[in-house]
């Protein structure tokens, strides 16, 4: 078999960028942290509540939203644990029902690759010889599914959590030391401004898209929620 064909079925370590899924939780945890409270506190300032008010309600909100988020991220993760499981346990059974069909399919999925039947027959022929193989063949394969971290659920949910609390202490920092709200929204509005542009400038550097960019929009996205939140309040609390 040919070394490029080979390579298809060797365990072989490269090096990659692992860790990009405590990434996505952490941008989803600071990226609404930074937004919601922002959007809040500007809301409430409108409205003429001081700044221990704010506060107040900043803090309970960013409770709330860490659990809520945790929560959504945990379930996320256990899902796609369970969906692994799911799929392992009727690829076991698919293997020992009808191995003919499996096989078939195994041929299938190395033809894909551009290898010859004289070249794949050997490979299922060894695959079949090797249950455990066989099973991590078609599972990522045919079904392109990695086996889950166990404990993924409980660190997604620690890590969105923790986030959206560090993202939601931002804008609600300059209300501890501004007792008029008035004041304290426009040194919060220029805080989390600032925090949305690097943080949206790392998500950018992390995920392969134009850190530039990606720091524009992300400043975007909050400067309208929180204006938003100020006009609405300002419209009905006139």
Do not use: C
């Not at 990659?16 to 609404?32: C, L, Q």
């Not at 690829?91 to 078939?104: F, M, Y």
């Amino acid at each position: 078999m040919e070394p490029h064909k080979q390579s298809l079925l060797n365990h072989h370590t490269e090096k990659h960028f692992t860790a990009g899924d405590t990434v996505r939780d952490i941008i989803i945890g600071v990226s609404d942290g930074l937004t919601v409270p922002f959007a809040l506190a500007a809301g409430l300032s409108g409205v003429n509540a001081t700044s221990s008010i704010v506060l107040t309600a900043g803090i309970a909100e960013v409770a709330a939203g860490a659990i809520s988020m945790g929560l959504g991220g945990y379930l996320a993760a256990k899902s796609e644990a369970d969906h692994y499981a799911r799929e392992l346990k009727r690829e076991q059974e698919e293997i020992i029902a009808v191995p003919d069909t499996e096989a078939e399919e195994v041929a299938e999925i190395l033809a894909q690759y551009g290898i010859e039947s004289h070249e794949y027959t050997p490979v299922v022929n060894a695959l079949r010889k090797n249950p455990q193989a066989w099973l991590d063949f078609m599972m990522k394969f045919e079904l392109g599914l990695e086996k889950p971290d166990p404990r993924r659920a409980l660190r997604s949910a620690i890590t969105i959590a923790v986030a959206y609390i560090v993202g939601g202490l931002v804008p609600l920092a300059p209300y501890i030391f501004v007792p008029k709200a008035a004041e304290a929204v426009v040194f919060s509005v220029v805080v989390t401004l600032v925090a949305l542009l690097i943080f949206g400038y790392a998500k950018g550097h992390f995920t392969g898209n134009k850190p530039f960019r990606s720091a524009f929009e992300t400043a975007l996205i909050g400067a309208i929620a929180s204006a938003a939140a100020f006009g609405l309040a300002k419209a009905f609390h006139p």
